[in-house]
DNA sequence: AAAAACCTTGAAAACGTTTTCGTAATCCGG
DNA sequence: CCGGATTACGAAAACGTTTTCAAGGTTTTT
């Protein structure tokens, strides 16, 4: 096992616990002398010290905890990117968590978190987190939080998110601009405050064009994808169908693409398609697809650096800090 | 910040501190009605027991550590969730370390995690890994490890791979059916056992059909894009230029689609393509991409399994488990 | 030459748990 | 009612650090 510690390199040292310890943390207190000595001697014992006594003892866990709804997405596999290159530069160590979109997940992760596991949260809440309670008695312990993308609608807190009216609203209008006079919107949520801004921006888009905002046109998605697929299969399939949809998150668009695949629908020619995605391949889909990307890389850089000024109280006193990043809408063949 | 401990509760509680321990433990040496009375206030005062406290004293972490090139990749995001969802059930946490494919990041990595900050290591090594020193050093102090997918050629130790040279092969062996005559492979790694394995399947699937081993058609590829693409491009762009590609990685099939597209070449009646591959949107893509498939969630999930059973020592004494998991080829579009 | 300042080191407490061991108090059969 | 077993709890050590404080020794100042 890890055996040398601190004890066991005095000893061999001939020097006291407190001046090893001392020694290794370069303290002003040791003489350049024994600190060299001690130095070789830890190399030579291979002596790792031990990060739990240590952080019993300092209060500090140089470890942050990342709390997001699922990992195997672009967007947050991006973030998560983001994220640990800042932490990774600052020395600290980052926990996983994945809620996998579960409320109950979400809730016992966070209060589990409270016991000064990490200096720190990063998190993205789960698609039907309304109940803000576990995080707001998080943050009364004194843990440092941020939130990114996904942010509770009414909390006083730091966040990091993009524009997403403004992207809700420029997808809408780019669709009926190439033609469409029936928008559909594809949503993920009901709670989350990133669908009620992107669906405010894509109502608000129709009511400028003096389209009506028709409700069956709006579609609730679940987290089933088998669901979501008979969903859109229905929308689709409808007499009075739209001719255009504007996916809020990239795997709806993607279901889409597998059901006009299915019921033989021409993408663009008879419904255009535009997505919130970070899919890498969408330029290389058949039809390549129109996309609203956040920068997501970006996301996780900003929302662990602001994370980490709160951490080292750079951060004025109360100050909360609000960053909106801006996402792209590059055009492609699916809203020709 | 996170105050109530052992001490507070037993004050409140007119214990002594060993009883409310044991009580929270649900140890036998308490009475169930002092065991009600402790539980009651510990949710009542909100206790966290702080984790430190705890690892040091009984030296375990709860916690495992998985180490990997990247996060932004479908295959290590896969195989994260199936990590994650293992950890869970488990009660353990999860601290994720990315290497970005260099040596270094991971040798200091793997250093750190010999102070005991965790219980057992998951870990897919970086594609120029060679020497392999400092994983025979964590190993010797008694931590578990488990490989997954990249795993060392030379050493004993615990893996869950695939049948890397049995894909290797067909995939190869497909594209000599459906036409190929000059079939390139494009190779991320000197090192890695499971290029090795992938091309000796690739080489003898040629021999098999009495194809003779170009060594201008195999390409080293690189870790950055651009250089890949132009390696790439050069490869497309030659008066004998192959007639097929197998990638051994997405990445390089995505890079060939790329390619294709701005020399116009006609995938597949110019170039037929198959890859390696987790991408989800392999049957949009124009023309659909013809993969073997990894069970990427099915190697996260056996690997932490094992790694629990290892950590359990649920496992006989000295016995080296290798897990070997079934890959897919899935013909589409590509490769027709 | 004595006093003051400085340099270097060590002893010990503290961080919050877990666990071993000891010890009252109760119980039970003979 | 006595001896042994059982039950329920507490005291204290231990985990490996960090840090405060004291102290011995050397150098500088007066």
Redesign the pocket.
């Known amino acids: 096992m890890s055996n040398t ?3 066991k390199l005095s000893e061999e040292l ?6 090893v ?2 020694a ?2 370069d303290s002003y ?3 350049a002398a ?1 600190k060299k000595r001690v130095l070789a001697m830890a190399e030579k014992m291979n002596y790792q ?2 990060p739990f ?2 952080s ?4 500090k866990s140089i470890t942050i905890a990342v709390v997001i709804p699922e990992i195997a997405n672009n967007f947050f596999a991006l973030a998560i990117d983001g994220i640990q290159l800042v932490a990774q530069q600052k020395g600290y160590h980052v926990l996983t968590y994945l809620t996998h979109e579960n409320f109950k997940n979400e809730e016992s992760t966070i209060k589990h978190l409270q016991g000064g596991r990490v200096d720190g949260v990063l998190i993205s809440l789960c698609r039907d987190t309304d109940d803000i309670q576990h995080l707001v008695s998080l943050h009364e312990t004194g843990v440092p939080l941020v939130f990114f993308d996904r942010v509770p609608e009414r909390m006083e807190c730091p966040t990091v998110t993009t524009d997403d009216y403004e992207s809700g609203f420029k997808a809408t209008e780019h669709l009926i601009q190439a033609g469409c006079k029936k928008v559909a919107c594809l949503s993920l949520s009901n709670y989350l405050s990133i669908t009620h801004k992107r669906m405010k921006g894509y109502e608000d888009a129709l009511k400028k064009h003096q389209i009506k905002v028709d409700p069956k046109l709006i579609i609730q998605c679940t987290n089933d994808n088998g669901t979501n697929l008979q969903l859109i299969k229905k929308l689709l399939s409808r007499k009075d169908r739209p001719d255009g949809i504007f996916a809020t998150v990239e795997k709806l668009a993607i279901s889409s693409y597998y059901v006009c695949n299915d019921i033989k629908l021409k993408i663009p020619e008879q419904i255009r398609i535009i997505s919130f995605s970070n899919l890498r391949t969408a330029s290389l889909l058949a039809p390549s697809l129109s996309t609203i990307t956040q920068p997501a890389f970006e996301i996780g850089k900003e929302s662990a650096s602001l994370l980490f000024r709160m951490i080292e109280k750079k951060t004025f006193g109360n100050r909360i800090d609000k960053i909106v990043l801006k996402s792209s809408l590059v055009q492609r063949n699916s809203s020709k």
């Open positions: 510690n601190l004890k001939g020097l006291s616990i407190s001046s310890s001392k290794l943390r207190e040791i003489s024994t010290p031990n006594a240590s019993l003892r300092r209060k």
